[in-house]
């Protein structure tokens, strides 16, 4: 609690901390990992060319740009043939000061009333990406308790959350559809 109310100090400290730990990491960093490799198709003989795919995740701030001259930088051969496949910006920071997120706040107290609620990164990729266009504010919250076993399996054998994890998920968003449908005037105020 100490260490969020006080990030104007603390954030040093803290970004060390994430950076040692691999879930912790992707919310500092932009990250890269390769997904695919395809080359030869016999073990004594070279193949006439191999590609490798690298998935990059931006952080706030950076860019496609940005990524795609570090791995030129990284690879410094001008043999090798480095594009872009796909891509997206990375996502616009939302505001902390909006009934969006005032609202979230107000639920996620109700729900998880033990709560610290402060912003963080979703470090998934969501379909929240078609909305940036259309709102002004786009917020991607998981309201689970999620182990570092559950996170391991993320896109893996067995993905799967607990029945209580799911049970919570439901509520709150029923808690927060509710509160979004009611009338009460939010209120703007400093917590960090």
Not at 102 to 121: C, E, M, R, S, Y
Not at 125 to 138: A, H, N, P, Q, S
Request: charged share 20%; glycine share 4%; hydrophobic share 40%.
């Amino acid at each position: 609690r100490m260490l969020s109310s006080n990030l104007w100090i603390f954030s040093p400290l803290l970004s060390f901390a994430m950076s040692m730990k691999d879930s912790t990491r992707a919310q500092i960093t932009t990250t890269f990992a390769f997904t695919t490799i395809n080359g030869g198709v016999k073990d004594n003989v070279l193949p006439n060319s191999v590609s490798v795919t690298l998935n990059s995740r931006l952080l706030p701030g950076h860019t496609i740009d940005d990524v795609l001259a570090h791995v030129k930088k990284i690879v410094n051969d001008p043999q090798i043939k480095v594009e872009v496949m796909y891509a997206n910006e990375a996502s616009d920071i939302s505001s902390t000061e909006s009934e969006g997120y005032n609202v979230i706040h107000h639920t996620v107290k109700q729900i998880f009333p033990d709560a610290i609620v402060i912003p963080g990164l979703l470090i998934g990729g969501t379909d929240t990406k078609w909305y940036g266009e259309l709102c002004d504010d786009v917020y991607r919250f998981v309201p689970s308790f999620l182990s570092t076993e559950d996170i391991k399996r993320f896109h893996g054998h067995n993905e799967l959350i607990t029945v209580k994890n799911f049970e919570q998920v439901v509520n709150f968003f029923h808690h927060l559809i509710t509160n979004l449908d009611k009338s009460f005037e939010v209120e703007f105020h400093d917590e960090l």
